[in-house]
């Protein structure tokens, strides 16, 4: 049977117990006498030490053991907590031309977030597009398109407002504990087989802020072999933009079997909407909220590039959802079915 850790109480039951056999007491042991202050003492001692082996024990599995131990656990296993990154953006810049604006320039958000340019650019016709990364790295400084950005110090012959043309990639906060160990288990389980399909997930997920992988052998012909990914902490799509597409690329490129032919390819989004009836008396917010959460959940765990999203699923999602009594889902009536890369994204939700 499994060890029990002894309580306080029963430590000090049974140190008493011995002292009054071994000393041969006769009667009850008297509050306050030395065998029962002894008792006492020794038995905080021992629930000390107890409770210590009972945390080694703890981290002697990565599935259980405290974050500093995971740590050092993966560690052992080439494994670390990747680092928040930096967000990039492409913005427009209008004003005289010939006007030069020079590399590090800052720019400010509208919550005082702070961007500098990346290299020197100069205007031309009365516009130029520069590249601009965040001060501070983690989501929350990713962009979205048409976003103005301002400059911190006023440039001669310079329009003051930038416009975000595009994010060319996102910020991603510093990995947690809870990630980091699902990387390691899956690893245990997975080790590596010399370019299998479990490899390539792997080898995927190190670059920051990847989260789902799946992978294709011989979809472009022999020895060819497809990694389609999602980064589902990004804000906006979860679908990769080319620069996140390149950076697993070479990641990749740097660790694939010599024969194989690896392509990695952003899946293509494709949005469910849903059309729901609730019923008057369970037509709340929190159920709306609650309907969406769990479909999105949903989503999370059955949608693939090329894969069905199962009608009974989706059901089953609604119906779940705290708060619902009753509904009706009008759309999709059926299984929906995607091909090639095509992904299953969560789409809007028309309520009638």
């Not at 005082?112 to 590249?131: H, K, N, R």
């Not at 400084?141 to 975000?164: I, K, M, N, R, Y």
């Not at 389980?189 to 997920?205: I, L, T």
């Not at 194989?260 to 949005?271: C, D, K, L, Q």
Request: proline share 4%.
């Amino acid at each position: 049977m499994p060890f029990q850790r002894p309580t306080l109480s029963e430590l000090v039951v049974r140190i008493k117990q011995d002292f009054v056999s071994r000393f041969g007491v006769v009667g009850a042991v008297l509050r306050r006498s030395v065998i029962d202050v002894l008792a006492k003492v020794l038995a905080g001692a021992a629930h000390y030490l107890h409770g210590h082996m009972e945390w080694i024990s703890k981290q002697v599995l990565p599935d259980t053991a405290d974050e500093d131990w995971l740590i050092r656990h993966a560690a052992l296993y080439g494994l670390a907590l990747e680092a928040a990154t930096y967000a990039k953006a492409s913005v427009t810049v209008t004003g005289t031309s010939g006007t030069i604006i020079p590399a590090g320039t800052v720019l400010l958000r509208s919550d005082a977030e702070e961007y500098l340019t990346d290299a020197e650019v100069t205007i031309s016709g009365g516009t130029t597009t520069a590249d601009v990364t965040a001060v501070v790295a983690g989501s929350g400084g990713t962009l979205e398109a048409a976003q103005e950005l301002t400059f911190e110090s006023p440039l001669a012959g310079v329009d003051s407002t930038v416009t975000v043309v595009a994010s060319t990639l996102d910020g991603t906060d510093q990995e947690s504990a809870d990630a980091l160990e699902a990387r390691l288990l899956e690893r245990l389980r997975n080790p590596p087989a010399g370019g299998a399909e479990a490899d390539y997930v792997a080898w995927a997920k190190t670059v920051a802020g990847v989260t789902r992988v799946w992978v294709y052998p011989l979809e472009l012909g022999a020895g060819t072999v497809t990694v389609r990914f999602v980064r589902d902490n990004d804000s906006g799509s979860i679908i990769p933009s080319a620069g996140e597409v390149t950076a697993v690329q070479d990641v990749i490129d740097a660790l694939r079997p010599v024969t194989a032919s690896v392509t990695v390819a952003a899946p293509i989004g494709m949005p469910l909407n849903f059309t729901i009836d609730l019923t008057s008396t369970g037509d709340t917010a929190a159920a709306r909220a609650a309907i969406e959460a769990e479909l999105e959940d949903m989503l999370l765990r059955d949608a693939e590039p090329g894969g069905t999203i199962l009608l009974s699923h989706i059901l089953t999602a609604i119906g779940v959802a705290d708060g619902v009594a009753d509904f009706t889902l009008s759309s999709p009536a059926a299984d929906v079915t995607h091909t090639g890369g095509q992904l299953a994204t969560m789409g809007t939700i028309t309520w009638i």
